[in-house]
């Protein structure tokens, strides 16, 4: 596996709820080869990705939220070489071109089954032209591209024959403890960059989130009552730092696993304890380089998308990372995953919105309980629920509760979300 590679390719920069910003990547992408002003615009998405957009509030969006909006700025925009920072140059003009768009009813939303979890299709009707692009296997590929019926990109092999060479039942999260302490940043130089990309704009958003009443202020709202507890202001900056993304600020995030949530919590509260304590740059660089690959370790079982929150997934890389930077043994650390995910693991995702910010802290505080047990010896043993003879087999376990046993859990969720909506159109 090669972990400096997957971590290029997966931290990358996005603005806004990486769920609206790849529909809008796809509409900008279908855009961008329409010669013509879109006049409809109809959006294929599914589940995961309906459920994750529908409630979040957009960036440049003048503080709207959800799918239609989404697409049509990203349609209108044009800008798929910006990646998943697409609404980054929205101009006034675009908003109020797409905004009224939305109030015709001219942009309308489909879901499509039996297709991967993150997966859109955009297809743009002008009054000569059709275009059409897709967005799939990651929130920032665009797979598939035409234009009146010509097929100009597809690249679905392509993507299926890169996920058979990485093998991760190979994978351990020994081989990877092991991996980051024989690092050396200087002969990595884009690693060393992504890393320091991550403290800036990462630690960024979490004070942006804290100095100003984003969303319901859960992160303020800790901090106001942390009495000084550096683990309690360590969480509430990770709060705060989803409490601005989830209500559309256009401060950009280093994502991990497809997710800025997730990218905000195995990152802020290791940059915020590392420069509490006086850590060094070097330390705290293997922690965040540790963290991250923990975090995408067990998704790559859990899948990006599902009904299982991946708050508690990046909780439990986060402390591994903390723990690393306490220069805690590997015993330690393994023993701090295994307690988190044994007794928080199964939490539910509803969608990205503004609770999110209380599933990430709800989510850090057991996960710091968890290594304050393991610091002790004290951890749930292999036959105490799914907890399995050994971290990577719990990892697994884990991993199948969300990608098998929680697929009719995704599917009611997103059932009484549709029948919600409609209710509300209704009245």
Not at 125 to 137: E, F, K, L, M
Not at 221 to 230: A, F, R, V, Y
């Amino acid at each position: 596996m090669d972990y400096e590679q997957l971590l290029l390719d997966e931290l990358v920069l996005a603005l806004g709820c990486t769920e609206p910003i790849a529909i809008a990547l796809a509409a900008a992408g279908a855009g961008q080869l329409l010669p013509e002003e879109p006049q409809t615009i109809d959006v294929h998405a599914s589940g995961s990705i309906i459920k994750n957009a529908y409630s979040v509030h957009v960036p440049h969006s003048g503080g709207r939220q959800g799918i239609p909006i989404s697409a049509a700025l990203g349609a209108l925009s044009k800008r798929p070489d910006r990646s998943l920072q697409v609404l980054e140059e929205v101009t006034p003009n675009i908003l109020n071109k797409a905004v009224q768009m939305v109030e015709e009813g001219k942009v309308r939303l489909h879901h499509q089954e039996n297709v991967d979890n993150v997966y859109i299709r955009v297809d743009l009707q002008g009054q000569n032209h059709r275009s059409s692009a897709v967005v799939s296997g990651r929130h920032n590929r665009i797979s598939f591209k035409s234009l009146d019926g010509q097929i100009l990109k597809s690249l679905d092999e392509e993507l299926k024959e890169q996920n058979n060479a990485e093998n991760w039942n190979e994978v351990t999260l020994k081989g990877i403890y092991q991996w980051v302490n024989n690092l050396c940043f200087e002969e990595r130089p884009r690693l060393k960059k992504l890393m320091e990309q991550e403290i800036q704009t990462n630690l960024g958003i979490a004070k942006l989130g804290l100095s100003q009443p984003f969303g319901q202020e859960v992160g303020r709202t800790i901090l106001e009552i942390s009495e000084g507890d550096l683990i309690k202001e360590a969480i509430a900056h990770a709060a705060a730092g989803s409490d601005a993304r989830m209500a559309g600020s256009d401060a950009a995030v280093t994502i991990n696993a497809g997710s800025g949530n997730q990218g905000i919590t195995v990152s802020v509260p290791i940059i915020y304890i590392a420069q509490k304590l006086g850590k060094s740059h070097d330390l705290l660089l293997r922690a965040l380089t540790f963290s991250n690959l923990v975090g995408l370790y067990q998704k790559q079982f859990i899948g990006k998308l599902s009904a299982y929150c991946g708050a508690v997934s990046a909780a439990a890389a986060c402390v591994c990372g903390v723990a690393y930077l306490q220069n805690c043994d590997y015993a330690t650390i393994q023993m701090a995953l295994s307690n988190t995910l044994g007794s928080v693991g199964g939490l539910v995702c509803d969608g990205a919105k503004g609770s999110c910010a209380k599933k990430i802290a709800s989510a850090l505080a057991d996960a710091f309980l968890s290594l304050d047990m393991a610091k002790k010896g004290l951890g749930f043993k292999a036959g105490d629920g799914v907890v399995g003879a050994n971290v990577d087999e719990t990892v697994r376990n884990f991993g199948r509760i969300a990608y098998e046993g929680m697929v009719a859990t995704d599917q009611t969720i997103l059932n009484i979300m549709t029948q919600y909506a409609n209710e509300q159109t209704a009245n």
